[in-house]
């Protein structure tokens, strides 16, 4: 009887973590930031520290770029007239420079705190 009891108590388990992958981890801001002419809009986005960042970048030029962060560790090239996600880990507090790789001008900071 005991191991009816642990093999059902392990299915419910499994189950609940299967339909709740997430349960317990902490849900990820979202940011953001628009690519026009060239240039990122707002220039600054801020988020807090500690906790998953998800920056959502438009980019409303024809053509692609590259969000990239050398300090956050982060690269994605997006498309022309798309958009794109760019999930970042939990920071500690400070500034996190991002810039176009296919335009090294375009720059902008993600400031944490």
Request: net charge neutral; no cysteine; glycine share 6%.
């Amino acid at each position: 009887m005991r191991a009816t009891a642990t093999k059902t108590a392990l299915v419910v388990l499994f189950l609940i973590s299967t339909a709740f992958p997430y349960a317990g981890a902490q849900q990820p801001v979202s940011v953001t930031v628009t690519v026009k002419n060239h240039r990122f809009q707002p220039a600054q986005i801020h988020a807090p520290a500690n906790a998953p960042i998800r920056i959502r970048v438009k980019n409303l030029d024809s053509g692609r770029m590259e969000f990239e962060s050398d300090s956050l560790h982060v690269e994605k090239v997006i498309g022309g007239n798309s958009e794109g996600v760019v999930e970042i880990k939990p920071q500690a507090p400070g500034r996190y420079e991002f810039y176009d790789d296919f335009n090294q001008e375009s720059t902008g900071v993600l400031v944490v705190r």
